[in-house]
Structures are given as structure tokens and as C-alpha cells.
């Protein structure tokens, strides 16, 4: 019997309109209205999502931009909590969703190699044991003894993806930021993702790129409409988005492709 990793049960969540009130006596003047207006008008950003997935399994969720793919990804990293329902993980979280927001500024890159690690829930020894291969990959040799403030932002968001890939992830989130650095870099980022797909990491993965989706997942959810609209098979999944939406696609996984746009990479 398969073990599920992620859960999630009747889950909802919304998010407050905020209402601009000219000036705290205006507010105040009419407070029962305008309480009322703020705790009842919400944005429903999911409704009745349920799910599992599995150990080692490899997971996609796709969607229109505004159905709710990146909160359900900040509810499975713990950043969210729903409204309604109940999200539960077993394991490890690895967040690639922005990558390097969790350096200090006045630490040296290798003090944040450490630091990340231990919030991501491993001992010094173990961070320690894997700090040459994250180096090595991130290509800062001759940076990393210096502070992060001195970082270009592609330095920082290679050295963020450098120590979430090589610190033994268990559950591994990835919010379409795999566009990093130089194309170069960009290849090198795609071979550790395969790499990924065939060890025993969860791989949870928000995507616009169907190709990557069918390339790199198991099975996939599509959310409609703040909804479940389908999940199963990955190559099943994304065809049928393609043909709800009118768009004939090109799915073959075996094509892969890098975008020469920084922002999307292809899988």
C-alpha cells in the first residue's frame, strides 16, 4: 500500500478584500458597516480541494494564473493555513519557491548554507558533509566567503537552488522558478531535476509548462476555478487541459527544450 505524504481534506481557503476608508473617523462613525465589510467579503482562492500524494511520487499541479496553485503550495510548505479543512505532511519540507529569500544579508554565503539547512530541519554535520557540492554547483568559489549583500540576484538565487537540491529533500516543492542564471546554468538546474524523478524525493511541482508536467510527473491535478477539475495521469491531465482550452499542444516528453527566456524553463 502506498504511504501519502501530502493530504489534504476539504480544504478551503480565502483571503480578505480590503476596503480603503478615508480616515480613521470615517471608519469608526459607521464601525458595525464597515467590521462587517472586511470580515465578510472574501476572495475564495480554493473550495473543497482533496488529494493525496504519495512517497516518492511525482506530482503536478497545473491550472490558469488566479486558480490557486501557488496556495496550495504555500498551504503544503506550512506558510498558509486554510480556512476550512485540514492539510497534513509527512516528511520534510524543501521549498524551491523563491529562491534564496531566506539568506541573512550580513551573512557570508557559507553561513547561509548552514543556516538554511538547519531550518530545513539538518545538523550542522550533515550541512557540512554536502558544502563542497553546493559550491561547486552554485559556481561561487570565489564568492563564498563573502556577504550576501554583495550578490547579484542570480548569485543569490543560484546558491538558493544549490542548497535546496543537494540537501537530501523529502518532499520537494517547485513553483516555477527554474529559469536560473545563464542557459548554461539553466541545463544544469534540468539535469538535477531528472535526476529527481528518478530517486525516491517527492516532488510536488506548479507549472505553466505542460511539456515539464508530462516530462517530469507521475500524475498531475488540475485546479479550475479555485476547484479540482481533474487528477490522474499526468499525459491524460494535460491533454485534456489542452483540449478544454481550444490549444492544440506538442506533449512529447521526449523533446526536451530550454526557453531562452530566464523565466521559464522547459523541460
Not at 53 to 62: L, N, T
Not at 116 to 130: A, D, H, I
Not at 176 to 191: A, H, P, S, T, Y
Request: aromatic share 8%.
Amino acid at each position: 500500500m502506498r504511504e501519502s505524504v501530502v493530504t489534504f481534506q476539504n480544504v478551503y481557503k480565502s483571503y480578505p478584500f480590503y476596503h480603503h476608508v478615508r480616515g480613521v473617523k470615517n471608519f469608526l462613525f459607521d464601525f458595525p458597516r464597515n467590521l462587517n465589510k472586511i470580515q465578510n467579503q472574501q476572495y475564495e482562492a480554493l473550495r473543497d480541494i482533496n488529494f493525496e500524494v504519495y512517497r516518492g511520487e511525482k506530482f503536478g499541479i497545473i491550472g490558469h494564473n488566479g486558480a490557486g496553485k501557488s496556495t496550495t503550495l504555500g498551504l503544503i510548505a506550512g506558510v498558509l493555513k486554510p480556512n476550512k479543512g485540514r492539510v497534513i505532511v509527512r516528511g520534510r519540507i524543501s521549498p524551491l519557491l523563491a529562491l534564496g529569500a531566506g539568506f541573512h544579508p550580513e551573512l557570508s554565503g557559507k553561513e547561509n548554507i548552514v543556516l538554511n539547512g538547519v531550518l530545513m530541519g539538518l545538523t550542522r554535520r550533515e550541512v557540512q558533509q554536502k558544502m563542497d557540492e553546493i559550491i561547486q554547483f552554485a559556481e561561487l568559489d570565489d564568492f563564498i566567503d563573502q556577504q550576501i549583500r554583495v550578490y547579484s540576484s542570480g548569485m543569490v538565487a543560484r546558491l538558493g537552488f544549490s542548497v535546496v537540491a543537494h540537501l537530501d529533500p523529502e518532499i520537494l516543492l517547485i513553483d516555477e522558478v527554474l529559469g536560473v542564471g545563464d542557459i548554461r546554468f539553466q541545463r544544469k538546474c534540468v539535469k538535477k531535476m531528472r535526476e529527481f524523478k528518478g530517486s525516491d524525493t517527492t516532488m510536488i511541482l506548479v507549472s505553466h509548462s505542460l511539456p515539464s508536467v508530462v516530462n517530469l510527473c507521475d500524475r498531475a491535478l488540475w485546479i479550475e476555478d479555485h476547484e479540482v477539475r481533474m487528477i490522474g495521469n499526468a499525459q491524460e491531465i494535460a491533454e485534456n487541459y489542452c483540449k478544454a482550452a481550444g490549444v492544440e499542444m506538442d506533449l512529447n516528453p521526449q523533446k526536451p527544450v530550454v526557453n531562452t527566456e530566464v523565466t521559464n524553463v522547459i523541460f
